[in-house]
Every structure is written in C-alpha cells, then in structure tokens.
C-alpha cells in the first residue's frame, strides 16, 4: 500500500521544465538575428533593364538606385549626383570590400549612370556592378 502511494505522489510530482528550451529558442533567436548579413536598398522601386548574361549576386553591401525621373537613392533618400562621392567615401571606410550594385530604371539617362559610375570609382570603389533582370 506504501509502495502504491509513493508512486502516486512521483506521478504527480514529475513535471516537464520548459524553461530551458524556450532559452535555447531565444539564444538561437539572438545568433540568427547577429550573423544575419544586411543589404543595404536603395529604397524605391526600379525597373531594371533585361540582359541574358545576368548573374545573382549574392555578396551586394550597398544598392544605389536611379529611378526613371532620374532620381538618386541610397538607403531610400534621394542623393545629388556631387553628393554621391562624399556618401561613398563614409561607406567604403566603414567596409573596404564593399560591394556596390547599381540598379539604374531602363529608362532613366544614361549620362547619369555614367555620373554615378565616376562618383563611385574616384571615391575609390573597386568592386561595382550594374543590375539588370534575366529575361528567364
């Protein structure tokens, strides 16, 4: 009879401790968030032109946009093509190896493109590229 009411008493006394597991979520949860590697957007919405040789670029730190009103947006603020270069020297001193992506609209000029291609490179940017769509 002892033996039956001890049992009874483990039965009730055996519980499942959910407190480490939700830490374990939550560290997880921390480690994710931390190693996550931010794209910085230019911030507006371009309509790239297509091209058949287009490649993903998955190493992109910074994307400059040229929308088809011939606008200028870094991080979704409108720049001055001569403010371009001062931008981009704060950027590549906080990441030399950054990587910078244009993503110019179809149909904005090509001039400016040009502008903003020599505003990167005479701030010193080394790794530049311009987005385009695959047709596929």
């Known amino acids: 009879m002892a033996n039956i009411r001890s049992l009874r008493l483990r039965n009730k006394q055996t519980e499942l401790n959910m407190t480490p597991l939700i830490d374990m979520v939550f560290i997880l949860l921390i480690f994710f968030i931390v190693t996550t590697s931010f794209v910085k957007e230019a911030g507006v919405e371009i309509n790239r032109p297509m091209a058949n040789t287009a490649v993903t670029n998955e190493s992109t730190s ?8 011939n606008e200028v947006w870094i991080e979704g603020k409108i720049y001055d093509v001569r403010s371009i270069r001062g931008y981009m020297n704060r ?10 992506v244009i993503a110019a609209d179809k149909e904005c000029k090509s001039g400016l493109l040009i502008k903003v291609l020599d505003a990167c490179r005479e701030a010193g940017a080394a790794n530049l590229s311009v987005a385009a769509r695959n047709p596929a």
Do not use: K, N
Request: hydrophobic content about 50%; aromatic content about 6%.
């Open 62 to 69: 910074l994307v400059i946009g040229i929308t088809q009103s």
């Open 91 to 100: 950027f590549l001193a906080e990441t030399p190896e950054g990587a910078v």
